[in-house]
């Protein structure tokens, strides 16, 4: 089946400095790879995701890239706020299947210090 | 719009007891799927519904099990507990889970003892 791997677990910024994680997976099938943020206590929620079929997607300081023959992706959060702090994972979903059935990565704790 | 609901929040059960819990998807969503989030292994998908058919399974023994009901509501069921399945039980659900978001629940916290 899928293995998401994420890197790093975690990473401390200081606030307005850019943040990165990686993410590879194995299953060449993948075809959807969202990204959730889960703040302290809290639900997971989407913030961003990208399909296949495009390498490169921005929501004002959210980016995703995707390169599909390296098997991997990347989130990247530029002008990085308190706000940002929370724990990020990466996910994919197979392509025979739902978007539903996520793998997910084992999350990366982002600090973000004044 | 109200949104995904999960009951109980809390509950402690003890080895060898069984648990049932319940999610309330959020209003015209056919899809809901389940996830156990732990420290140690994050979140693994456990299973999936559509229209009261399990679409999508995860590699969890069959002591796991769930259902949906007409009104899309959802039920997981965990037998003969054991230390392990202490964890962060999450639903997400989603208009028909092919390609949409999911939105997750609060998550009913388990724990065995």
């Known amino acids: 089946g899928e293995n998401v791997e994420q890197h790093p677990s975690t990473l401390s910024v200081q606030e307005g400095d850019s943040a990165v994680i990686k993410c590879t997976y194995s299953?060449?099938?993948?075809?959807?790879f969202p990204w959730y943020k889960q703040e302290l206590g809290k639900r997971p929620q989407l913030i961003i995701d990208?399909?296949?079929?495009?390498g490169e997607k921005k929501d004002q300081r959210i980016a995703v890239t995707l390169n599909k023959t390296a098997k991997h992706f990347s989130l990247h959060i530029t002008e990085t706020q308190p706000e940002d702090s929370a724990v990020y994972f990466c996910?994919?979903?197979?392509?025979?299947?739902?978007?539903?059935?996520?793998?997910f990565g084992t999350g990366t704790r982002l600090q973000v210090t004044l | 719009k109200a949104g995904v609901t999960q009951t109980p929040r809390y509950l402690i059960k003890t080895r060898g007891q069984q648990v049932t819990l319940s999610c309330s998807p959020i209003?015209?969503?056919?899809?809901v799927s389940w996830y156990q989030q732990t420290p140690g292994q994050g979140l693994q998908f456990l299973f999936e519904?559509?229209?009261?058919?399990?679409?999508n399974k995860g590699n969890f023994p069959g002591r796991f099990s769930g259902r949906q009901f007409s009104n899309s509501r959802s039920e997981m069921n965990v037998s003969t507990l054991e230390l392990g399945d202490s964890a962060l039980y999450l639903c997400?659900?989603?208009?028909?889970?092919?390609?949409?978001?999911?939105?997750f629940g609060e998550g009913s916290r388990l724990t065995v003892l």
């Open positions: 997400a659900s989603s208009l028909s889970g092919g390609t949409g978001e999911l939105f």
């Open positions: 299953d060449s099938a993948s075809n959807y």
């Open positions: 990208i399909r296949s079929n495009v």
């Open positions: 996910a994919a979903s197979p392509g025979t299947g739902t978007a539903s059935k996520l793998t």
């Open positions: 209003s015209g969503h056919r899809s």
């Open positions: 519904y559509f229209s009261e058919t399990q679409r």
